[in-house]
């Protein structure tokens, strides 16, 4: 079975670019996850789609950060403009449904300098 | 906010030995998580406890889970070198808003 897709896996942008980030699921997982995990802790949920709904993202700053799920597969994730604090490993992860075990792509490191 | 602490923040011992990592957590839990993060396979799920368990096993890990002290533990017997990784409790409140949050991890280290 194939895991959690997610690219690119490596990114380095100048602050004040641009930048996205895209993920794929575990087929038939309705529940994606948007992780971002800063050097030297835990990951910190960002946003949570059921099929192309938005269940929270109470910890996304919205002001720069966008994330879309068409279509209820696919998913990105999107900076713009990137901050220096935006550097992290940013982790996708799927779950069969609310509550189920989650399983997370290899995620994408990214560096802003 | 970063619900779950881990103590210790690092911890190293040799092959063959057991290794316990602890799970301190604030508020009220549906259930308990503990993951494991390498470079080789990134972040796995390992177990899960519900709040209404005191104790589970898989393998060779054992978590304990006190609702009234708010603490887990994980111990990982036998450890091998591979075993080498960072651990993170991550607790989950139910409801229609279920979600997960971590700690910031346990570093162990298994030396051959």
């Given at each position: 079975?194939?895991?959690?897709?997610?690219?690119?896996?490596?990114?380095?942008?100048?602050?004040?670019?641009?930048?996205?980030?895209?993920?794929?699921?575990?087929?038939?997982?309705?529940?994606?996850?948007?992780?971002?995990?800063?050097?030297?802790?835990?990951?910190?949920?960002?946003i949570?789609?059921?099929?192309?709904?938005v269940?929270d993202d109470?910890?996304l700053?919205?002001?720069?950060?966008?994330?879309?799920?068409?279509?209820?597969?696919?998913?990105?994730?999107?900076?713009?403009?990137?901050?220096?604090?935006?550097?992290?490993?940013?982790?996708?992860?799927?779950?069969?449904?609310?509550?189920?075990?989650?399983?997370?792509?290899?995620?994408?490191?990214?560096?802003?300098? | 906010?970063?619900?779950?602490?881990?103590?210790?923040?690092?911890?190293?011992?040799?092959?063959?030995?057991?290794?316990?990592?602890?799970?301190?957590?604030?508020?009220?839990?549906?259930?308990?998580?503990?993951?494991?993060?390498?470079?080789?396979?990134?972040?796995?799920?390992?177990?899960?406890?519900?709040?209404?368990?005191?104790?589970?096993?898989?393998?060779?890990?054992?978590?304990?889970?006190?609702?009234?002290?708010?603490?887990?533990?994980?111990?990982?017997?036998?450890?091998?070198?591979?075993?080498?990784?960072?651990?993170?409790?991550?607790?989950?409140?139910?409801?229609?808003?279920?979600?997960?949050?971590?700690?910031?991890?346990?570093?162990?280290?298994?030396?051959?």
């Open positions: 079975e194939a895991g959690v897709a997610q690219s690119p896996r490596y990114k380095i942008i100048e602050k004040r670019q641009s930048v996205a980030f895209w993920c794929n699921p575990i087929s038939g997982h309705a529940t994606l996850y948007w992780y971002q995990q800063i050097l030297g802790q835990g990951p910190k949920l960002l949570q789609f059921q099929n192309n709904g269940v109470s910890q700053p919205k002001d720069r950060f966008s994330a879309e799920r068409l279509k209820g597969v696919d998913s990105t994730l999107k900076i713009q403009p990137a901050k220096l604090e935006d550097s992290a490993v940013y982790l996708c992860a799927s779950s069969l449904g609310l509550g189920e075990t989650q399983y997370f792509g290899p995620g994408t490191r990214l560096l802003v300098l | 906010s970063q619900q779950g602490e881990e103590d210790p923040q690092a911890l190293s011992i040799q092959e063959g030995e057991n290794a316990t990592m602890n799970c301190s957590y604030k508020t009220s839990i549906n259930n308990l998580q503990w993951y494991r993060q390498n470079s080789g396979r990134g972040l796995v799920h390992l177990i899960l406890i519900r709040s209404n368990e005191r104790e589970k096993h898989s393998g060779r890990l054992r978590v304990t889970l006190d609702t009234s002290k708010k603490s887990s533990s994980l111990l990982i017997t036998a450890s091998r070198a591979a075993d080498t990784a960072s651990y993170f409790c991550a607790t989950a409140r139910g409801g229609s808003n279920y979600k997960l949050t971590f700690g910031k991890g346990t570093l162990l280290t298994v030396n051959p």
